[in-house]
């Protein structure tokens, strides 16, 4: 039901909807328990394509996040990770990729500024500890 909720919310607000009276419906989850693991989508996608997801996961941990905002990030990074999808990859092709990236991209530049570097980092650290340390090439 928390799932539903969230990507209903998600459609309203990407609609310009009011979406308070669902919002209401949700005000005592704790988020942070509630998002499943990422590691094993992790590892399917990528360290490139699991950064936004990470920064994303750490803001919705962050106590200082509006509930509006961790409703939104919930319902993209479900959206994202879950088989099940609005338009199937396998009907619709192209857009059945596209509209799970519009979906994150839509939530990702609403919460780009609540990305600490403390968060930055947390996320650096994650994604070492999934895929190891990436080195950077430093030329004389």
């Known amino acids: 039901m928390l799932i539903i909720i969230s990507i209903l919310i998600l459609a309203c607000v990407m609609k310009g909807k009011d979406a308070g009276r669902l919002l209401g419906r949700l005000k005592a989850v704790d988020w942070h328990s509630e998002v499943s693991k990422l590691r094993p989508y992790a590892i399917k996608v990528g360290r490139a394509s699991m950064r936004p997801i990470l920064q994303s996961y750490y803001v919705l941990s962050s106590s200082d996040t509006p509930l509006l905002d961790k409703v939104l990030i919930y319902a993209a990074i479900v959206y994202t990770v879950s088989p099940v999808s609005l338009l199937p990859a396998t009907v619709y092709k192209l857009l059945g990729i596209l509209d799970e990236g519009i979906a994150m991209l839509f939530v990702y ?32």
């Open 109 to 140: 530049k609403r919460i780009k500024s609540r990305i600490t570097p403390e968060i930055n980092v947390r996320v650096e650290d994650t994604l070492n500890d999934w895929f190891g340390v990436e080195y950077e090439m430093v030329e004389d």
